[in-house]
């Protein structure tokens, strides 16, 4: 079955590390998302990719850092900059314009709690 | 891009039809209008997605009037798994297709 895998589900960091969140997508979508959730809030958009080795930051793109060398791959790291990364991690991919109806695909997502 | 405004929550019985309304005021010709479902500790699902009149899919139906300011979610027959977060976005359908998440409407099926 055709989906995205996010690893791992649970995620503990110590204070100063750095951590890198996988995400891979087998639908052959060109776009991918990376989005974090806090408690009780909307999704807010950390970067996006919408194709091969391009990627955008997205609207708290600081204290993160992705690559986007394989379609199918878009990993996080979530560096030692980011002031409060503990969260609920999600990412996403979609269509692009033209093909067939339009909707993100999320993952289940990674917990990732600061210790 | 259009921001969309929406109930925080609602609630509801079993059996009953659902109806949650977004607004979008200032939606753009190439705007689409799409609803997700999102689940604790889950990756937010896609419901159903429509331009303008009315779309219907196995899940739900969604509403649009002639001015596309607003768009409605129907649920028929909720059930206590409906309990969930219910999200109305709009997306430009152009090259950039981003999505702005607000809250959402929390809805709570009730036995």
């Known amino acids: 079955d055709g989906g995205i895998t996010q690893s791992p589900k649970y995620l503990f960091r110590k204070e100063g590390q750095n951590v890198t969140l996988s995400c891979e997508q087998n639908?052959?979508?060109?776009?991918m998302y990376w989005y974090r959730q806090d408690p009780g809030q909307g999704l807010r958009l950390i970067y996006y990719s919408q194709i091969v080795n391009d990627f955008q930051k997205g609207d708290i793109a600081e204290g993160y850092s992705v690559s986007r060398e394989k379609k199918e791959s878009f990993p996080l790291t979530v560096t030692s900059a980011q002031k409060n990364p503990t969260a609920f991690y999600l990412c996403a991919s979609s269509t692009t314009p033209g093909q067939g109806n339009y909707g993100y695909t999320f993952g289940s997502g990674t917990r990732l709690t600061v210790v | 891009l259009a921001k969309t405004t929406q109930p925080i929550s609602m609630d509801s019985y079993e059996g009953q039809e659902v109806n949650i309304t977004c607004s979008h005021n200032n939606i753009a010709t190439n705007d689409y209008i799409t609803w997700y479902q999102q689940f604790p500790s889950q990756g937010p699902r896609f419901i159903i997605q429509?331009?303008?009149?009315?779309v219907t899919n196995e899940v739900a139906s969604l509403f649009i009037p002639a001015d596309r300011k607003s768009s409605t979610l129907s649920l028929p027959r909720v059930s206590l798994s409906d309990t969930a977060v219910y999200y109305c976005l709009v997306y430009n359908a152009g090259n950039n297709r981003k999505l702005i998440w607000g809250l959402g409407t929390s809805l709570a099926v009730n036995p």
């Open positions: 429509g331009y303008k009149t009315k």
């Open positions: 639908l052959n979508h060109d776009a």
